[in-house]
């Protein structure tokens, strides 16, 4: 018979063996004369079910998973390339609640599409917002951009509209376009999906950003940890350009932008956005002074849009659908939606992209299903590893950028880990400060030394030295490097020392009262 | 730091000097190319060899000790060769929420090293890594560039043992 298979090439999946599911099914499809044509998608995001296999049928898509190599005999004997039953059939893909329940704005293709297939890509709406792009002048588009409310999804959640503004109005033949793409926060996996699961939309972002700031050039500084995504982006940017989407003359406009991928060298520093500049130009990747901002002297001293994998592929939609229409997700300040990421000890960890305002306990348990061990989630941190600890008593935040900062925390990426009760609170605060004594760039003083330091005064505390005099010596030493560094890491590495501290007291051997009267 | 670099047969050197040279070629003309450069000579050598600091200090109009300074700085650039097998274990707190300090204890055990040494007969390098990307399948940990997720010790052990296999 003849059918068309869906196996992801995204990480994750691979992770767990789609690989092996993929040449299995061929093998059987071979062995058994059926025709089977077969995508390699991005991610649907639901990993726990990873390796996920979805038939086309004339009803829609059907899921099976999580399939191993093993299974695939059992899945074309019940007939799955018609949707035939199977214990590991899931129904159709759209109407598995997680997925359901979504709402996918910038994740609208992932998983559904051919990652590098130009066409199907263009019959999933992609390039129509590039159209309107050129049509416009430039700052036209920057104002459906600031209309929009898109913030920055990398984690400062500045508005990218007035950043790019910034940029226009800055004097200057030569500007860039830069992509962070250095997603070096545990629990995060967002920007990875994107690049491997829809490359066109990042690429498709990018060019627009150029467009409306006058950018000929521009780099996606994308991590060495993600060889695989470096393979797709490659392959991408290499099929944008011979349809003519990218390089000379786009869309037979008579406008260019020519893109280049850069592999970071495993520096979580890189991450923040002037160190990523340094290391674009060949450097050592310490963090520069600001100002001036990298939108007046960025790149090689050029003005310079800077923005997340996230932000530049959410950047499509605003200009196809209209700002309106983006604006109308979210809560306050925090307009539209996004990707958040389940990670650590959860039962369902994946991928929500969800309007702002949904709170962590909904992720938590209506979409996560609690811990995989099966034990009390006890904390869960937020935005990485420069986020907060967060106890069961403040699950019931909304994501909202201003409402995480109101407790001390941060929405920052997006990441989502959770802990269960087994977890040693003072350990994470240790591991905290030596995080960020392995990966300061060792430019200023208490980003430097106060890690190596705040890992010392930790260890004391833990083995009971001077208990009470120690745990304010490290509260102490918290503010100096929440006021004293230069940038986020060392300015927020004391949110989760202090967060662990404050809400998990009895972790570090002091009560509770007495930690907090410091 | 030392290196212990084609101090054998004259062919490495060769195929040293060939590969570096070749990748100066490749990317000194594109902005900013020093990152490139030394990416495209670990690529082919696993590792970047002392003679290669002069080199590529002298093509790109650098000082020695800016080169120095650089390869240093980044944990992926290496200043003498790994094993045969690079294992990448993540230690981040997405892969300790689901024990990836017992993993790294069995790893270690397993392997008879420590992080960032290299095995007595020169098949594995073990290092540490801060977040692979598979959170939602942790503990993951990548071999020889591929990543590997839920990955237990005996899923470690397998995999593991297939690479001394083919060795």
Redo the contacts between chains.
Sequence with gaps: MNATAYVPSD??A???GAEEVARAIQRTAAARGDEVQLVRNGSRGL??L?PLVEVATPAGRIAYGPVTPEDVAGLFTGGFLSGGAHALRLGLTEEIPYLKRQERLTFARVGIIDPVSVSDYEAHGGWRALRNALAMGGAEIVEAIVQSGLRGRGGAAFPAGIKWRTVVNAPGEIKYVVCNAD???????SD?MIVEGDPFALIEGMTISALAVGAK?GYVYLR?????AERTFRSAIAAARSAGCLGEDILGSGRSFHL?L???????ICGEETAMLE???????MVRFKPPLPAIEGL?GKPTVINNVITFASVPIILDKGAKYYADFGMGRSRGTLPF??????KR???VEKAFGITLRELLYDYGGGS??GRPIRAV?VGG?LGAYLPESQFDTPLDYEAFTAIGGMVGHG?I????DT?DMAQ?AR?AME?CA??SCGKCTPCRIGSTRGVEVIDRIRQGERRQANVELLRDLCETMLHGSLCALGGMTPFPVRSALEHFPEDFGVPGKAARAA | MSSTSSSGAGGAVDRDHKAIAEAIEAHRE???????V??AIQDRLGYIPREAIAAVAHA?NLSRA?VH??IS?????RAEPAGRHMVRLCQ???????GSEALAAHARARLRVDFHQTSADGVFTLEP??????????P?M?LD??????VTPERFDRLVAALERDK
């Design positions: 990480a994750a691979l992770a767990v990993v726990w990873e997603e070096g926060d545990s629990g995060t996996f990875r050039r060495s940890e993600y060889p695989d280049e850069r592999r970071g060298a495993g520096a979580y290391s674009l130009e060949g450097k050592r990747g090689f990421q389940l990670a650590g000890n959860i960890g994946g991928l995989a061990s941190q590893p990441g880990v959770a802990f269960d977890v994470m591991y995080f392995i990966e | 594109c902005e900013g190319p020093l990152l490139p030394l990416h790109l800016e300074g650089v700085f980044y944990h992926d650039f981040a707190e997405a892969c300790q929420s689901v890594v801060y977040c692979l990307g598979g959170c939602a399948c942790s993951t990548m560039g591929r990543l590997y997720g839920r």
